[in-house]
């Protein structure tokens, strides 16, 4: 499998493990010194696997989520590192019902160590965020 | 064309025959034996390439569907054979105005047999499943 | 990056500088000749880049659009063209709060000049096109 199937899979990783709450295998997608960032549509600056991930299990705890992720532009940038754009959809079902569905765009740069690549830097720019109580149940 | 790239198309002729209910297509692209299992929400498992088709002409009749893949993983398992998971978005119009849009992955595994990739497996495990009537017509 | 991939991320830029209206830049990966049908679901055919991008910035001002394509078909026909099909869903919302959520097909032919591939011809067919007032805003 050559560097940029290999990142596919681990975007694809990404968002399968998030969405199934696999949140040990979830652990891994992300380097130790990652930056999150989603100052673009109000939140923060998130930096350390860890710390994100204990601010994901309390975001996310009793919802149902979708993160879909779509066309990769993936970029090698040195034989260890890799720059990428996915282009994303996300669904969340919040406890008292609100739906969130959300558009945008993943700009993110990625790191192999060991063999393996990790997401490094993730910064998710919005297209649109629209949220509604559902039609129906 | 890779044996990764050719499953991806294998998997993209799977979603696009079954939507345009080109179903000669579309059975090419099960072997004669596979296994399809929706036990994860209340179906069935089906084995045989010929008894699926049957069931989804019968089920689709009349329906608008669309079948979305996203973010493959897949897994040489042999120069013959592939492990592969599939995030899902599914969308099915019934006759009644009913809207179905259901989120899932498919856990599938496929052949190679005289140089041509095929489904041999496929169980589909759902995240949400939302039904409605639509809000306008 | 070989050919493959490098038509599918000329796809992801399609989508991508569409959806930002970076016009410069969508311009970009389209040739010259292009030839954009619309005519399955009533829309016509344009001919020439330039007129095509004329024809969106009037089109789409002032809205807010999602476009996204799935699970590429990408064949070589020779070392510098090839077919192409790709899933879509496109969510475009007008500037009365109209949202249009549709569903088709795009089947497309490829060039590659001086380097760089492009778009040379695009023709849209719809599965489906459901048009709504936003539930909430």
Redesign the interface.
């Known amino acids: 499998?050559d560097d940029?199937?290999a990142i596919?899979?681990l975007?694809?990783?990404y968002?399968?493990l998030l969405?199934?709450k696999d949140w040990e295998g979830y652990r891994q997608v992300l380097t130790d010194d990652v930056v999150i960032d989603t100052t673009d549509y109000g939140g923060n600056v998130v930096t350390g696997g860890d710390a994100f991930l204990e601010f994901l299990r309390v975001a996310l705890a009793d919802t149902?989520?979708?993160h879909?992720?779509?066309?990769?532009?993936?970029t090698m940038t040195s034989p260890s590192s890799a720059d990428g754009?996915w282009?994303m959809?996300d669904?969340v079902?919040f406890p008292d019902g609100t739906d969130l569905n959300g558009?945008g765009?993943y700009h993110e740069t990625y790191e192999k160590a060991d063999g393996t690549w990790r997401i490094k830097a993730s910064k998710l720019t919005r297209?649109?965020m629209?949220?509604?109580?559902?039609?129906?149940g």
Request: charged share 35%.
């Open positions: 499998m940029i199937e596919k899979q975007k694809a990783r968002c399968r969405d199934t149902v989520t979708v879909q992720c779509h066309t990769p532009e993936i754009i282009a959809e669904r079902r558009f765009h297209l649109r629209d949220f509604a109580k559902p039609a129906s």
